[in-house]
């Protein structure tokens, strides 16, 4: 109970969060998540020239009070979607986010079955054992040999 | 039943294997290394890979493939982030006083903002017009970076070389002027 509590609170503490990144990103969180077209890395891990053209236009486009939604547009019209880290939330992009999801899950599933399939293998059946009646009354004369 | 769940997982597996082989092939055909520059490098001549994009100054759409048979073309890949590319650029401007009326210069402004790329263009004093290839998908299919890259295509749209000393300019511009 008190686990299902933190989780909630810590959910209704990312949203304004998530929000306000989302009004007034900053211009290294945007470097984290963009590309630098000509290396292969993210604006953050680059120094070249292409990467510090795209560094000013953020810092202008952030100066001008733009969200992080319209300055990834922006860069998107002009470099295209790869110029973002991370697939985009819509069309194909979707696949990049949905197939690993759905392959665990799949594979969740997949173990999931075959360990119940497993453990219901290794145990027999019970079975109602049925004594013979001359054994089961010799059984019950031993038995009341030790009763006090 | 379990022989029936037992073949359809056979099945899947064969399906997500024969898939992959598919997709090895593809990959395969589809070689990202197979461009322009690689093909003049083993002595090819390819016919100059089309491309339609819009003009940086806003006045339509450049399309290669209407050139074709009509004029010989220099294409020069540049950006506003490339140094050398200054120098290359007023090269081909110079270039294009003597040639102009017999060789179209055409621009690919590459993995580039296309503003910056104006100004760029202002500040050089460079005419010639230039299409906008942001996210370098042109690029990619002549040879990639690095970039300046200058090719020669012929009139019957051969690409004739690409320039690697800039001792080659002259030469080249006669060979596709007379083409």
């Known amino acids: 109970m008190k686990r299902v509590a933190l989780v909630l609170v810590a959910g209704l503490l990312a949203v304004p969060v998530a929000r306000a990144s989302e009004q007034h990103p900053t211009q290294a969180e945007l470097e984290g998540e963009v590309m630098c077209p000509v290396c292969g890395t993210t604006l953050d891990q680059s120094g070249s020239p292409a990467a510090e053209q795209i560094k000013r236009v953020i810092a202008r486009r952030i100066a001008a009070g733009d969200t992080k939604s319209e300055i990834k547009d922006r860069l998107v019209a002009n470099y295209g979607d790869s110029i973002l880290a991370a697939p985009p939330h819509h069309g194909f992009g979707l696949l990049a986010w949905w197939l690993p999801i759905g392959g665990i899950v799949a594979a969740a599933v997949l173990v999931g079955l075959g360990a119940w399939r497993w453990s219901r293998a290794r145990e027999p059946p019970p079975r109602a054992v049925q004594l013979d009646p001359a054994l089961e009354r010799q059984l019950d004369d031993e038995l009341r040999r030790f009763e006090p | ?179």
């Open chain 2, 1 to 179: 039943m379990a022989r029936s769940a037992r073949l359809t997982a056979q099945v899947l597996a064969v399906a997500v294997v024969a898939g992959l082989l598919v997709l090895l092939i593809w990959r395969v055909a589809h070689d990202s290394t197979a461009n322009v520059s690689n093909a003049l490098d083993d002595g090819r001549h390819p016919t100059a890979p089309a491309f339609d994009l819009e003009r940086l100054d806003g006045r339509g759409r450049i399309d290669l493939a209407t050139l074709r048979g009509k004029k010989p073309i220099v294409l020069d890949f540049w950006a506003s982030w490339c140094t050398p590319c200054i120098h290359e650029s007023k090269r081909l401007e110079a270039a294009m006083k003597q040639y102009g009326h017999r060789i179209e210069f055409v621009g690919v402004d590459t993995k580039d903002f296309s503003s910056d790329a104006r100004r760029w263009q202002r500040k050089h004093g460079i005419t010639y017009p230039s299409v906008h290839d942001g996210g370098g998908d042109v690029l990619a299919k002549w040879g990639g970076l690095p970039i300046p890259r200058i090719f020669f295509v012929a009139r019957s749209g051969k690409v004739v070389g690409e320039l690697i000393t800039e001792e080659d300019l002259p030469r080249y511009l006669r060979q596709i002027a007379e083409s």
